[in-house]
């Protein structure tokens, strides 16, 4: 059981590339969510899913897309890349049901923009 | 809307020395979900404890105990006799009430830094 996994681990891009991050969970998780990290700001929830091909926006959604064509992947995109983009992405998965659950996280990519 | 603060941005603690990780959290629902998340060197979080608003008892895990108090939103976070592998950042986090999922979300406080020197 590999739980949570995220591709690449780190990543440099320069100002408007484009990429794509892969979240994948193996524990049949039906919600799946991309957070960002910065410093001082605690973790900030970019996009979410509660289910295969459904997705929703969050806190910060501007400048990114997300996808789930599959219930075990959640791809988030960053179509042009910005430096304000700079940050640690983490995804997470979680059970269905009542907020009870705790969300599990993936081991974060480290995103550099320049 | 909901809101964490968690004051402390950094602490600095002696081995063995006992510390206190606050959380104040904001919310207009009567029912939530508190939850701490520590983040490690490494970098990955790892959940620690979950809290159901309904349940006010104190919870202690080892070193860890956990003070839950609605009467001043506070879900503070106590470890016993610290070591160095505690130095971490450590988030609090309290999520909305849904059985949909389509509100599933948790919003973090900005974490605390605690730095444990042998």
């Known amino acids: 059981n590999a739980g949570v996994t995220q591709t690449p681990k780190f990543r440099v891009l320069k100002t408007g590339q484009s990429m794509t991050l892969l979240c994948a969970q193996d524990m049949n998780h039906e919600y799946m969510y991309w957070y960002r990290q910065d410093p001082g700001m605690g973790l900030r929830l970019i996009h979410y899913s509660v289910g295969e091909g459904t997705t929703a926006k969050g806190e910060v959604p501007d400048g990114y897309n997300v996808s789930r064509l599959k219930k075990q992947n959640f791809l988030l995109g960053l179509e042009s890349a910005a430096p304000s983009q700079t940050s640690v992405y983490f995804c997470?998965?979680?059970?269905?049901?009542?907020?009870?659950?705790?969300?599990?996280f993936g081991p974060g990519t480290r995103l550099t923009v320049l | 809307a909901q809101k964490v603060t968690q004051a402390q941005t950094e602490i600095s603690v002696v081995e063995k020395e006992d510390v206190t990780l606050d959380c104040v959290y904001e919310?207009?629902?009567?029912?939530?979900?508190l939850f701490w998340y520590k983040q490690p060197p490494s970098g990955e979080l790892v959940f620690l404890i979950r809290?159901?608003?309904?349940?006010?008892q104190n919870e202690i895990s080892g070193r860890y105990s956990w003070n839950f108090q609605k009467s001043t939103s506070s879900f503070n976070f106590t470890i016993t006799a610290s070591q160095v592998v505690d130095s971490a950042v450590y988030f609090c986090?309290?999520?909305?009430?849904?059985?949909?999922?389509?509100?599933?979300?948790?919003?973090f406080g900005k974490g605390i830094t605690l730095s444990v020197r042998p």
């Open positions: 986090a309290l999520s909305e009430v849904s059985f949909t999922g389509a509100n599933s979300k948790l919003t």
């Open positions: 997470a998965s979680k059970v269905e049901g009542s907020s009870y659950n705790e969300q599990f």
């Open positions: 919310t207009r629902d009567t029912t939530y979900y």
């Open positions: 809290r159901n608003s309904f349940d006010e």
